[in-house]
């Protein structure tokens, strides 16, 4: 394996004087590990490897704290980002861009934007860090193009004894294969190098239309769109439907004001409002999730990638998401309706479908086939434990893999029968890591110990 000697100096990078704790973006994650380190370099980083190794701590790193699971929880060393962030080479000759892990999405997507280029295709947030986005298998919508962690072209990982790998198509590929989505288990990923292409133009259509017409026309929706998705609320017959492809222009974005009244006011402060009623009266959740339903009419507009594909989501929620094979997803829509319906619940959220192309990475929930994304969510405060549990076991029964940074019940008995490539990934998570130096709780129920 390409490696760098392991006998670099042992920088102290900066831990926490005391024990510090820390909460997910959500706030249904804490952890109070014993020692935070900012490691402002990859040689500071390796240190803190070999330093926890020497006292027998467990390592963990975190990105920006969006996932919902306890996937970056632990109770020994917490590696904060914030420090080790930044481009360090933009190639437009051969198309890829490389980061720091702690670089945030929105950075890097404006760093190139500038350059000419861009990623092909984004999840709907840019606050999450690269290496946090890939390794817990952050996707957009596309009917070609994959989630985020398929566009990487190679990576640095620093592993179990504080070495570096380099890793790509050619070098350590088996490694490459499976530390795109990594769940930290592998090591801490401490760079990546993207794919990127030429800076395009992307027109957008946001549309209402009835969950009958939505999902009758689904197929064909997917079929003739680069990129699709749609949000159902429940408690009505509402959707909106968003529509994004390839154009040659002309550049007509958004107006400011009305971006910021729809994206902003509407979509963030007054849903948060609304929302904040809803926990506090839930019988009141079906007459609001009609307002907000029809809140935003259709509109049509044409930016660059990163301006379409991501918006500001500020109002706090936890979620559940699976992918299942595309060709099931109007079966399991159906049936969460029906289940909503003949239920008690009150849903104040709406739920969000996307698809993505297969692909050959061990622990993406698509590997291996084309898949649809449910994602189920629910205010900040409000009960959820009903909704979850019967969403997940509608999503359980059309073959359905959870996303890892979102919360499911699953265990490694179960996730090995879902996953193809399974056992080669734990079998390589053996021999990176044989003493479990990048472990957790969450890691040993769906990894095995």
Avoid at 127 to 136: D, K, L, N, V
Avoid at 193 to 209: I, Q
Avoid at 303 to 311: E, G, L, N, R
Avoid at 362 to 387: F, I, N
């Amino acid at each position: 394996m390409d490696t760098l000697s392991s006998n670099a100096p042992r920088h102290r990078a900066n831990p926490s004087p005391k024990p510090d704790s820390w909460r997910n973006w959500a706030g249904n994650v804490t952890a109070r590990p014993a020692r935070v380190v900012t490691p402002a370099s990859v040689e500071e980083l390796r240190a803190v490897v070999r330093r926890a190794a020497e006292d027998g701590l467990p390592v963990k790193a975190v990105g920006s704290g969006h996932s919902f699971s306890t996937t970056a929880a632990t109770d020994g060393v917490l590696v904060r980002p914030d420090r080790l962030s930044g481009i360090r080479a933009v190639d437009p000759g051969a198309g890829t861009v490389t980061v720091e892990a702690g670089t945030r999405l929105k950075t890097m997507n404006m760093a190139l934007a500038r350059h000419g280029l861009s990623l092909r295709n984004m999840g709907d947030i840019m606050e999450q860090t690269a290496a946090g986005a890939t390794s817990t298998g952050t996707h957009g919508t596309g009917r070609d193009s994959g989630a985020i962690a398929a566009q990487l072209r190679g990576l640095e990982l620093v592993t179990a004894d504080g070495s570096l790998l380099t890793c790509s198509e050619t070098r350590n590929p088996e490694v490459f294969a499976a530390a795109r989505v990594g769940l930290g288990a592998l090591g801490v990923v401490s760079a990546l190098t993207f794919a990127v292409e030429p800076l395009f133009l992307l027109a957008a259509h946001e549309e209402p239309m009835t969950f009958d017409t939505v999902t009758a026309r689904f197929d064909e929706l997917h079929a003739h769109n680069d990129h699709f998705e749609f949000y159902w609320f429940p408690h009505t017959d509402n959707c909106t439907t968003l529509r994004n492809n390839r154009t040659p222009g002309p550049h007509a974005p958004l107006g400011r004001l009305r971006a910021w009244f729809e994206d902003e006011f509407l979509a963030n402060n007054v849903f948060q409002a609304l929302s904040s009623v809803g926990r506090t009266i839930p019988s009141a959740v079906p007459a609001i999730a009609r307002i907000t339903s029809q809140g935003l009419s259709a509109r049509t507009y044409t930016d660059i990638p990163y301006k379409v594909f991501t918006s500001p989501r500020r109002v706090r929620m936890i979620e559940m998401e699976y992918a299942v094979p595309r060709e099931a997803v109007l079966d399991v829509l159906r049936e969460l309706k029906a289940m909503i319906e003949r239920s008690e619940l009150r849903i104040g959220f709406p739920v969000e479908v996307r698809t993505t192309p297969g692909d050959d990475i061990a622990l993406s929930t698509a590997s291996g086939r084309d898949s649809a994304y449910v994602a189920v969510h629910v205010y900040r405060g409000m009960p959820h434990q009903q909704y979850f549990a019967e969403a997940e076991r509608i999503f359980v029964a059309h073959e359905g893999r959870p996303h890892w940074g979102k919360l499911h019940t699953r265990d490694a008995a179960h996730l090995a029968n879902a996953y193809p490539r399974f056992k080669e990934f734990t079998a390589l998570r053996d021999r990176l890591d044989p003493d479990r130096r990048f472990t957790n709780a969450y890691l040993r129920r769906v990894l095995g110990d």
